[in-house]
């Protein structure tokens, strides 16, 4: 099955940048959409954002939308996400997941719900504090 690896994450001041990576193995990333969770001590995993195959479409849970950008690129089998204007709310392990399509019972490409999700990766830590 797929592998996903995440990497980037680290302690940044508040108002800061960081961009995380999630790298898959095999040859069908391009047959994934691909989203980002995170979950914070104590708290529920939580989505972020989603990218579709092309990497056309992007969709954004409202607490990270105009601070958040998700990317792709397909012949890398990397997929981004660019976090700006961090803040402390955001301390949380970052998750890539994999949502595998092309199949009748997943018409859409977009999921807000681990369970709409096929792989996950192990998660890179992100702390905003100063």
């Known amino acids: 099955q797929v592998q996903l690896v995440e990497s980037g994450g680290g302690l940044v001041q508040p108002g800061g940048s960081l961009r995380l990576s999630c790298a898959a193995s095999?040859?069908?990333?391009?047959?994934?959409?691909m989203g980002w969770f995170r979950q914070g001590p104590g708290k529920e995993r939580e989505f972020a954002g989603a990218?579709?195959?092309?990497?056309?479409?992007?969709l954004y849970a409202d607490s990270v939308k105009g601070r958040f950008t998700i990317s792709r690129n397909n012949a890398k089998n990397t997929v981004y996400l660019q976090m700006n204007s961090l803040k402390p709310e955001d301390t949380a392990v970052y998750l890539c997941?994999?949502?595998?399509?092309?199949?009748?019972?997943?018409?859409?490409?977009?999921?807000?719900?681990?369970?709409?999700?096929?792989?996950w990766g192990q998660g890179t830590q992100v702390s905003v504090s100063s």
């Open positions: 990218i579709s195959r092309s990497g056309s479409g992007q």
């Open positions: 997941a994999a949502r595998l399509l092309g199949r009748i019972a997943r018409p859409n490409w977009a999921s807000d719900a681990s369970s709409g999700y096929d792989y």
């Open positions: 095999g040859r069908t990333f391009s047959s994934y959409a």
